[in-house]
């Protein structure tokens, strides 16, 4: 089985200060990773994707993570955030092979003028 | 480009009714994926289905039913409403891996907010 460990409930930042929204997973076969952004009763919105290859991943809207398998994490970061970036934002891991999520419990992200 | 459609968009039940939620995927996508999101929790996994069958199961109570029908569309049937099921339900679709080489992802809807009163 997988799980997914966010491991801060809420991360209050300046605008234009550098964000890392951290996530952690548990798994005992190769997964694929993602983080989701949700804005208030929203859907979600894949920000970017680990399937393989290059272990640093750009996505959308200046964000990118780095899968680091020996940590087993895959941290997100941005090195500018916008007030616009205030959301909640989900790490998921699947299995490879598979895209039955299972999520962690969320970060949410506050940007402070 | 086409997405996840799910409908109804918002539904309000009373305890102890039925409600019908339904999702139609992305054209040719042959998996289906339903999440239950509680308030201010994660999105948990509920069922998927793949070419019309089950394909897995998670935490999902023995008073939901769900199909995938012949035209890849799914719906998901609550009986008995409990408060507690009140919560937004997404709907995710994506191309198994089989046929899809490597980059891709589950697609989701704008999910279904079924309050229960």
């Known amino acids: 089985a997988q799980s997914v460990t966010q491991l801060d409930s809420q991360v209050p930042v300046f605008e234009e200060a550098p964000v890392e929204l951290r996530c952690n997973y548990s798994?005992?076969?190769?997964?694929?990773l993602f983080w989701y952004v949700q804005y208030p009763n929203q859907g979600l919105q894949l920000l970017l994707k680990y399937l393989s290859g290059s272990t640093l991943v750009k996505g959308i809207n200046g964000f990118e993570a780095e899968f680091n398998k020996s940590q087993t994490s895959f941290h997100l970061r941005k090195p500018s955030v916008h007030i616009s970036d205030t959301a909640e934002y989900f790490c998921?891991?699947?299995?490879?092979?598979?895209?039955?999520?299972?999520f962690g419990t969320g970060t949410r992200l506050k940007v402070l003028a | 480009a086409a997405g996840v459609i799910q409908s109804p968009r918002h539904l309000i039940k009373e305890k102890r009714e039925t409600a019908t939620l339904k999702c139609y995927p992305i054209?040719?996508?042959?998996?289906v994926y339903w999440y239950q999101q509680g308030p201010g929790q994660d999105p948990q996994f509920l069922i998927s289905f793949y070419e019309k069958m089950q394909s897995d199961k998670g935490s999902i109570p023995d008073r939901f039913s769900a199909q995938q029908f012949s035209d890849y569309h799914s719906e998901l049937n609550m009986s008995s409403l409990e408060l507690g099921d009140s919560a937004l339900y997404f709907c995710?679709?994506?191309?198994?891996?089989?046929?899809?080489?490597?980059?891709?992802?589950?697609?989701f809807g704008q999910g279904t907010r079924l309050t229960v009163v």
């Open positions: 995710a679709s994506s191309l198994s891996t089989l046929g899809s080489g490597l980059n891709t992802e589950a697609f």
């Open positions: 054209p040719r996508h042959d998996t």
């Open positions: 798994s005992s076969v190769s997964v694929y």
């Open positions: 998921a891991v699947s299995r490879r092979g598979t895209y039955k999520y299972i």
